[in-house]
């Protein structure tokens, strides 16, 4: 069997594993922030999103409504418009 000739420190190997612990945890933390940033980022994003396409549908509609009262106008003028009886018809 090998054996090591050196010496094993517990105390020096304690302390290292509970910096290096204490590391990975402050890591981890630092993680979750930016994890949470980012969260409520994209949660003020969808907001803006469903207003944006709010705005958007209620401009849709708008150019609905108006393209329909363009083409009653336009039937109303068509209507009140008087035919020349010496006209041909075709």
Do not use: F, G
């Not at 849709?60 to 068509?78: D, S, T, V, W």
Request: hydrophobic residues 45%; without cysteine; proline residues 1%.
């Amino acid at each position: 069997m090998w054996h090591s000739a050196r010496r094993i420190n517990i105390r020096r190997s304690w302390e290292l594993a509970k910096r290096v612990h204490a590391d990975v945890v402050a890591e981890r933390d630092a993680l979750l922030d930016q994890l949470n940033w980012t969260l409520d980022q994209l949660a003020d994003l969808r907001d803006e999103l469903r207003t944006l396409k709010a705005a958007v549908r209620a401009r849709q509609a708008a150019e609905i409504e108006l393209n329909a009262l363009y083409r009653q106008r336009a039937i109303q003028r068509a209507k009140a418009a008087e035919r020349d009886p010496n006209a041909r018809l075709n």
